[in-house]
Protein backbone atom coordinates (compact mmCIF):
# COMPACT_ATOMS: atom_id res chain seq x y z
CA UNK A 1 0.00 0.00 0.00
CA UNK A 2 0.76 3.41 -0.43
CA UNK A 3 2.41 5.50 3.08
CA UNK A 4 4.39 8.65 3.93
CA UNK A 5 6.06 8.40 7.37
CA UNK A 6 7.60 11.57 8.23
CA UNK A 7 9.22 11.84 11.79
CA UNK A 8 10.03 13.30 14.39
CA UNK A 9 6.67 14.25 15.25
CA UNK A 10 7.51 16.77 17.95
CA UNK A 11 10.86 19.07 18.24
CA UNK A 12 12.66 21.85 20.24
CA UNK A 13 15.29 22.90 19.47
CA UNK A 14 17.67 25.93 20.43
CA UNK A 15 18.46 28.80 18.64
CA UNK A 16 21.51 28.07 15.97
CA UNK A 17 21.04 24.21 16.30
CA UNK A 18 21.05 22.10 13.28
CA UNK A 19 17.76 20.07 11.89
CA UNK A 20 17.23 16.96 10.21
CA UNK A 21 13.46 16.00 9.35
CA UNK A 22 12.76 13.07 7.25
CA UNK A 23 10.44 11.65 5.03
CA UNK A 24 9.90 8.22 3.36
CA UNK A 25 7.39 6.87 1.19
CA UNK A 26 6.54 3.38 0.94
CA UNK A 27 3.89 1.66 -2.01
CA UNK A 28 6.06 3.45 -5.18
CA UNK A 29 8.77 4.61 -7.26
CA UNK A 30 10.08 7.82 -8.54
CA UNK A 31 7.84 10.11 -6.10
CA UNK A 32 7.41 13.83 -6.70
CA UNK A 33 7.77 14.86 -3.29
CA UNK A 34 7.38 18.05 -1.38
CA UNK A 35 7.80 20.08 2.02
CA UNK A 36 5.47 22.46 3.31
CA UNK A 37 5.49 24.58 6.12
CA UNK A 38 2.75 26.02 8.47
CA UNK A 39 3.36 28.83 10.08
CA UNK A 40 1.41 30.35 12.82
CA UNK A 41 -2.19 32.00 11.44
CA UNK A 42 -0.46 31.15 7.91
CA UNK A 43 -1.29 28.64 5.54
CA UNK A 44 0.70 26.27 3.74
CA UNK A 45 3.86 27.23 1.76
CA UNK A 46 5.76 25.34 -0.46
CA UNK A 47 9.24 25.00 0.24
CA UNK A 48 10.85 22.84 -1.88
CA UNK A 49 10.19 19.96 -3.96
CA UNK A 50 12.12 17.31 -5.74
CA UNK A 51 11.18 15.21 -8.79
CA UNK A 52 13.70 12.52 -8.34
CA UNK A 53 17.10 11.64 -6.70
CA UNK A 54 19.68 14.69 -6.28
CA UNK A 55 16.80 16.84 -7.74
CA UNK A 56 15.70 19.93 -5.29
CA UNK A 57 13.62 23.03 -6.56
CA UNK A 58 13.46 25.54 -4.00
CA UNK A 59 10.39 28.09 -3.71
CA UNK A 60 11.50 30.90 -1.10
CA UNK A 61 14.83 31.47 -0.17
CA UNK A 62 15.41 30.72 3.83
CA UNK A 63 17.35 29.20 6.08
CA UNK A 64 16.78 26.01 5.17
CA UNK A 65 17.95 22.86 2.15
CA UNK A 66 17.13 19.33 0.91
CA UNK A 67 18.03 16.30 -0.30
CA UNK A 68 17.18 13.66 -2.26
CA UNK A 69 19.60 11.11 -1.63
CA UNK A 70 17.38 8.00 -2.49
CA UNK A 71 14.30 7.11 -4.24
CA UNK A 72 11.98 7.28 -1.53
CA UNK A 73 13.14 10.26 1.23
CA UNK A 74 13.61 13.42 0.98
CA UNK A 75 15.38 15.33 3.85
CA UNK A 76 14.77 18.99 5.35
CA UNK A 77 17.47 20.41 6.96
CA UNK A 78 19.04 23.52 8.57
CA UNK A 79 22.54 24.05 9.85
CA UNK A 80 21.75 26.65 12.13
CA UNK A 81 17.68 27.58 13.14
CA UNK A 82 16.23 30.62 13.59
CA UNK A 83 13.51 31.75 15.97
CA UNK A 84 11.93 32.07 12.51
CA UNK A 85 11.76 28.74 11.08
CA UNK A 86 9.52 27.66 13.99
CA UNK A 87 5.97 26.21 12.13
CA UNK A 88 4.61 22.47 11.36
CA UNK A 89 6.13 21.18 8.83
CA UNK A 90 4.46 19.15 5.76
CA UNK A 91 6.23 15.88 3.89
CA UNK A 92 3.56 15.36 1.00
CA UNK A 93 3.88 13.05 -2.43
CA UNK A 94 1.49 14.02 -5.08
CA UNK A 95 0.46 11.85 -7.63
CA UNK A 96 0.48 12.08 -11.62
CA UNK A 97 -0.91 14.75 -14.03
CA UNK A 98 -4.29 12.71 -14.44
CA UNK A 99 -7.84 13.19 -13.24
CA UNK A 100 -6.34 10.36 -10.80
CA UNK A 101 -4.23 12.67 -8.75
CA UNK A 102 -3.68 12.33 -5.25
CA UNK A 103 -2.09 13.91 -2.41
CA UNK A 104 -0.62 11.73 0.69
CA UNK A 105 0.99 13.51 3.28
CA UNK A 106 2.96 12.92 6.32
CA UNK A 107 1.49 13.50 10.26
CA UNK A 108 3.65 16.69 10.23
CA UNK A 109 6.84 17.27 12.49
CA UNK A 110 6.12 20.47 15.15
CA UNK A 111 8.85 22.46 15.30
CA UNK A 112 9.73 24.70 18.15
CA UNK A 113 12.84 27.33 18.18
CA UNK A 114 13.47 28.32 21.44
CA UNK B 1 1.19 30.92 -10.54
CA UNK B 2 -2.15 29.87 -9.42
CA UNK B 3 -3.34 31.73 -6.45
CA UNK B 4 -6.61 30.41 -3.74
CA UNK B 5 -8.19 32.64 -2.01
CA UNK B 6 -10.39 31.63 1.29
CA UNK B 7 -12.45 34.03 2.19
CA UNK B 8 -12.55 34.08 6.35
CA UNK B 9 -10.27 32.70 8.23
CA UNK B 10 -12.78 31.88 11.25
CA UNK B 11 -16.16 30.68 10.77
CA UNK B 12 -18.17 29.76 13.97
CA UNK B 13 -21.49 27.98 13.95
CA UNK B 14 -23.69 26.59 16.18
CA UNK B 15 -23.87 22.41 16.38
CA UNK B 16 -26.68 21.60 13.40
CA UNK B 17 -26.26 24.14 11.58
CA UNK B 18 -25.27 25.11 7.95
CA UNK B 19 -21.39 25.20 7.45
CA UNK B 20 -20.54 26.94 4.43
CA UNK B 21 -16.42 27.82 3.61
CA UNK B 22 -15.80 29.65 0.88
CA UNK B 23 -12.67 29.25 -2.02
CA UNK B 24 -12.31 31.25 -4.90
CA UNK B 25 -9.61 30.23 -7.59
CA UNK B 26 -7.78 32.11 -10.18
CA UNK B 27 -6.66 30.32 -13.66
CA UNK B 28 -8.96 30.83 -16.36
CA UNK B 29 -8.86 27.21 -17.04
CA UNK B 30 -10.55 25.61 -14.06
CA UNK B 31 -7.44 23.25 -11.87
CA UNK B 32 -8.39 20.30 -10.09
CA UNK B 33 -9.58 21.29 -6.90
CA UNK B 34 -9.24 19.71 -3.14
CA UNK B 35 -10.53 20.07 0.41
CA UNK B 36 -8.70 19.06 3.15
CA UNK B 37 -9.08 19.12 7.07
CA UNK B 38 -6.36 19.38 9.40
CA UNK B 39 -7.18 18.10 13.10
CA UNK B 40 -4.12 19.61 15.65
CA UNK B 41 -0.88 18.17 15.38
CA UNK B 42 -1.67 16.27 12.16
CA UNK B 43 -1.62 15.81 8.74
CA UNK B 44 -3.76 17.17 6.11
CA UNK B 45 -6.61 14.49 5.30
CA UNK B 46 -8.62 14.54 1.88
CA UNK B 47 -12.36 15.62 1.91
CA UNK B 48 -12.85 15.77 -1.55
CA UNK B 49 -11.69 16.46 -5.01
CA UNK B 50 -12.93 18.06 -7.99
CA UNK B 51 -11.74 16.54 -11.51
CA UNK B 52 -14.09 15.50 -13.84
CA UNK B 53 -17.49 16.91 -15.22
CA UNK B 54 -19.67 16.24 -12.00
CA UNK B 55 -19.90 19.83 -11.12
CA UNK B 56 -21.16 18.40 -7.17
CA UNK B 57 -18.77 16.64 -5.55
CA UNK B 58 -19.85 14.51 -2.17
CA UNK B 59 -16.83 13.89 -0.22
CA UNK B 60 -16.56 12.18 3.58
CA UNK B 61 -18.14 13.33 7.15
CA UNK B 62 -21.00 14.59 5.07
CA UNK B 63 -19.43 17.22 3.08
CA UNK B 64 -19.91 18.33 -0.51
CA UNK B 65 -18.79 20.76 -2.60
CA UNK B 66 -19.97 22.93 -5.91
CA UNK B 67 -17.52 23.83 -8.90
CA UNK B 68 -18.70 26.92 -9.91
CA UNK B 69 -16.97 28.02 -13.21
CA UNK B 70 -18.68 31.40 -13.96
CA UNK B 71 -17.74 32.43 -10.29
CA UNK B 72 -14.09 30.56 -9.94
CA UNK B 73 -15.65 29.22 -6.99
CA UNK B 74 -15.93 25.98 -4.97
CA UNK B 75 -17.08 26.30 -1.86
CA UNK B 76 -17.56 23.77 0.63
CA UNK B 77 -20.75 22.82 2.54
CA UNK B 78 -22.06 20.46 5.04
CA UNK B 79 -25.93 20.81 6.26
CA UNK B 80 -25.57 20.61 9.66
CA UNK B 81 -22.46 20.88 11.38
CA UNK B 82 -21.30 18.54 14.30
CA UNK B 83 -18.73 19.33 16.69
CA UNK B 84 -16.10 16.58 15.44
CA UNK B 85 -15.96 19.10 12.40
CA UNK B 86 -14.22 21.54 14.36
CA UNK B 87 -10.87 21.80 12.56
CA UNK B 88 -9.07 23.74 9.93
CA UNK B 89 -10.08 23.45 6.51
CA UNK B 90 -8.15 24.32 3.21
CA UNK B 91 -8.73 24.46 -0.29
CA UNK B 92 -6.22 23.41 -2.94
CA UNK B 93 -6.00 23.86 -6.57
CA UNK B 94 -3.45 22.21 -9.38
CA UNK B 95 -3.01 22.66 -13.04
CA UNK B 96 -4.74 19.72 -15.15
CA UNK B 97 -1.90 18.46 -16.89
CA UNK B 98 0.60 19.38 -14.78
CA UNK B 99 3.89 16.39 -14.41
CA UNK B 100 4.85 18.61 -11.29
CA UNK B 101 1.57 17.78 -9.42
CA UNK B 102 2.06 20.65 -7.17
CA UNK B 103 -0.86 22.01 -5.35
CA UNK B 104 -1.23 25.63 -3.85
CA UNK B 105 -3.34 26.19 -0.84
CA UNK B 106 -5.42 28.56 0.49
CA UNK B 107 -4.59 30.38 4.20
CA UNK B 108 -7.05 27.94 5.41
CA UNK B 109 -9.90 28.57 7.34
CA UNK B 110 -10.56 27.56 10.71
CA UNK B 111 -14.07 25.81 12.18
CA UNK B 112 -15.42 26.51 15.50
CA UNK B 113 -18.72 24.57 16.40
CA UNK B 114 -20.55 25.71 19.53
CA UNK B 115 -22.38 23.33 21.38
Known amino acids: SQTIHQWPATLVQPVGSPLSLECTVE??????LYWYRQAAGRGLQLLFY??????ISSEVPQNLSASRPQDRQFILSSKKLLLSDSGFYLC?????????????FGQGTRLTVV | AQSVTQLGSHVSVSEGALVLLRCNYS??????LFWYVQYPNQGLQLLLK??????LVKGINGFEAEFKKSETSFHLTKPSAHMSDAAEYFC?????????????FGRGTQLTVWP
Open chain 2, 27 to 32: SSVPPY
Open chain 1, 27 to 32: GTSNPN
Open chain 2, 92 to 104: AVRDRGSTLGRLY
Open chain 2, 50 to 55: YTSAAT
Open chain 1, 50 to 55: SVGIGQ
Open chain 1, 92 to 104: AWITGPTSNTEAF
